[in-house]
């Protein structure tokens, strides 16, 4: 376990709300560094999936998440530093917010905030400002973002869709008044964006070519138009860490048994959604973690004793996992344990949107038109290859689909007085995400369950 200080420079780029341009300024920051020749460590506040998949491709190293919700406060600033730590020492960390700077868990006040998480990693922030119709009253709401919290330090501004220079020198001559220096300046005309979809950005994956290209674009604009030797000044004022760095197999207390289990990972184009804590932590208790494309393997990877299926977008590949019959048929005849999360349990369905899935759970499901998201505070409501009944664990629900019934004769979880999820033989699947950093036992005991 790591316990000396390390003056790791890091910045938090944050924004007064969402579509200010966070992803964008954060990704191209992450690319123009990278350029310079600096090892950089990407971050994202909050439990989204997507944007650190163009993170992990600007910076070329996985891109990780900081929620407090999600893994607990004492372990933000632990994780922090293992994801700067690892496959390298970074030599800057750049973290993404979430939303606007000061809005936490619903009811919740500031609470997995990216402020809150500022905070927590004592990193100043670099706010990016949306100025479309904007000029002196810029000055006036980066003010009020500073003085609301004061725990919290902006360090610089990122002026972001400018319409003229003129737009820009008024801009600056504002914020000049209240003692925010200005590090960048972009036109609504070199504005680059990624395609969106129903639930965010559309995954790198899926668009590996055209992703790269985006990033490059990203690069080059943050270069041109953001002082990058201020960003780095600025993101040096940040403090030595002194909190040990997070450890997978610390957390996990060693390999669970003898031999090492091929746990099967679902991974391509339809399943993105995943924490790379939970292969360090499979890993490290023991397991062998293989990748598994639903779209194309045709079977499950040689001697799997457990499968661990996330979330990600199988309605927009319904079809092309339809077609793929024989890890279908492998998955529904499978006798070991199985964790699903979301897309997971869609694929392990009977149906989607009439498509025919695993038919390994008793359920249909299909797309809605209503968008369920939100933190939650569960329990575990039975027994399973990775949960005890009557344990509480924190998630978070981000999906458009429903399904019929909603929950089987054991669910998985009780929230908000309601059941949630199948619990069937050694399968455990449901909507809610969860960070297994957390929960480090789930790995533990999943890797148990397999080598049984």
């Known amino acids: 376990m790591v316990t000396d200080r390390w003056a790791l420079p890091r910045l ?64 933000v600033a632990p994780l922090l530093r293992h994801g700067a730590s690892v496959p390298t020492p970074a030599d800057v ?6 939303m ?33 119709a904007q000029g002196r009253s810029a000055a006036a709401l980066v003010l009020g973002m500073r003085a609301f919290d004061p725990g919290v330090r902006i360090g610089g501004v990122i002026l972001n869709r400018v319409g003229s220079p003129r737009h820009e ?43 790269l290209a985006v990033v490059e674009a990203l690069a080059g604009l943050v270069e041109a138009t953001v002082d990058l030797d201020a960003v780095l000044d600025l993101a040096r004022t940040a403090p030595p860490l002194t909190v040990p760095a997070w ?28 924490y790379a804590e939970t292969a360090e932590l499979l890993t490290a208790a023991g397991a062998a973690v293989v990748t598994v494309d639903p779209l194309r393997d045709p079977a499950l990877p040689a001697g799997t004793r457990a499968v ?27 006798d070991g344990p199985v964790v699903a999360e979301c897309a997971g349990l869609l694929y392990l369905g009977e149906t989607l949107d009439g498509v ?39 998630g978070h629900e981000f999906h458009r689909t429903v399904t019929d019934p909603a929950y089987g004769d054991r669910p998985a979880w009780h929230w908000d007085g309601t059941a949630h999820g ?14 297994w950093a957390s929960r480090p036992l789930a790995a533990r005991r999943l890797v148990e369950a397999a080598s049984r």
Not at 198 to 203: F, I, K, N, S, Y
Not at 247 to 274: K, M, Y
């Open 100 to 132: 606007g700077l000061h809005d936490g868990a619903v009811g919740r006040g500031a609470y997995a905030s990216t402020a809150h998480v500022a905070r927590l990693i004592d990193a100043p922030v670099l706010l990016v400002l949306d100025t479309t």
């Open 247 to 274: 450890g997978p197999a610390d957390a996990v207390g060693g390999p669970a048994g003898e031999g090492r289990p091929i746990v099967a990972v679902a991974g391509g184009p339809a399943f993105t959604f995943s």
């Open 422 to 435: 199948f619990v069937t033989g050694r399968v455990h699947a449901s909507y809610l995400h969860t960070h």
């Open 356 to 394: 025919p899935m695993c038919g390994r759970l008793p359920h249909t499901a299909r797309m809605t038109g209503r968008l369920t998201l939100g933190y939650r505070d569960a329990v575990a409501a039975a027994d399973s290859p990775v949960h005890r009944a009557g344990e509480p664990v924190r």
């Open 93 to 98: 960390a750049v973290v993404e917010g979430v």
């Open 12 to 75: 938090v780029v944050a924004a007064p709300a969402s579509g200010h341009g966070k992803t964008t300024v954060a990704t191209g920051l992450l690319a123009a560094l990278r350029r310079r020749g600096l090892t950089v460590s990407p971050h994202k506040v909050g439990p989204d999936y997507i944007d650190p998949g163009y993170h992990a491709l600007a910076a070329g190293r996985p891109g990780r998440n900081l929620d407090p919700w999600l893994v607990g406060e004492d372990r």
């Open 308 to 334: 661990v299926i996330g979330g990600g977008f199988p309605e927009v590949h319904a079809e092309a996992l339809a077609a793929n019959t024989g890890l279908r048929a492998d998955l529904a005849d499978f």
């Open 169 to 211: 020198q008024l801009l600056r001559d504002a914020l000049a008044e209240v003692g925010v220096p200005v590090l960048g300046a972009v036109t609504r005309a070199a504005e680059v964006a990624a395609p969106a979809r129903h639930l965010g950005l559309v995954p790198v994956v899926e668009r590996a070519p055209e992703s």
